[in-house]
């Protein structure tokens, strides 16, 4: 059973920086692009964030948070990373990870790869 298990958020004021990290057990994550999709208070669907393919050599991320945010991964942890500096209110949301594909100019999410997990709450003040 493949499990996905992100840790790392909480509450940070504005301009603060938080490193979120998404174990995952049960499947390797080294043939999968990963990547890191948000979920803000009333919204039902998921925002994608930030995506890295498997060998760790190419990144995508949305335009709301290109040069704040960085995705990385340790494929001998079977762990992907979300360091997320300056941050704003408006990234105030519920994270998660799973496996990503690219799909034209943005990435979306893998539903062949696992369930979601619980998500981390990340929550920035004024």
């Known amino acids: 059973q493949v499990q996905l298990v992100e840790s790392g958020g909480g509450l940070v004021q504005a301009g603060g920086s938080l490193r979120l990290s998404c174990v995952v057990s049960?499947?390797?994550?080294?043939?999968?692009?990963m990547g890191w999709f948000r979920q803000a208070p009333g919204r039902k669907d998921r925002e994608f964030v930030a995506?890295?393919?498997?060998?760790?050599?190419?990144?995508g991320y949305v335009d709301s948070v290109q040069g704040r945010f960085t995705i990385s991964r340790d494929n001998a942890e079977n762990t992907v990373y979300l360091q997320m500096n300056s941050l704003k209110p408006e990234d105030t949301a519920v994270y998660y990870c799973n496996a990503a594909w690219r799909y034209s100019s943005t990435w979306r999410h893998n539903p062949q790869f696992a369930p979601w997990g619980q998500g981390t709450l990340v929550t920035v003040s004024e």
């Open positions: 995506a890295i393919t498997a060998s760790g050599d190419s990144t």
């Open positions: 049960g499947r390797t994550v080294s043939t999968h692009a």
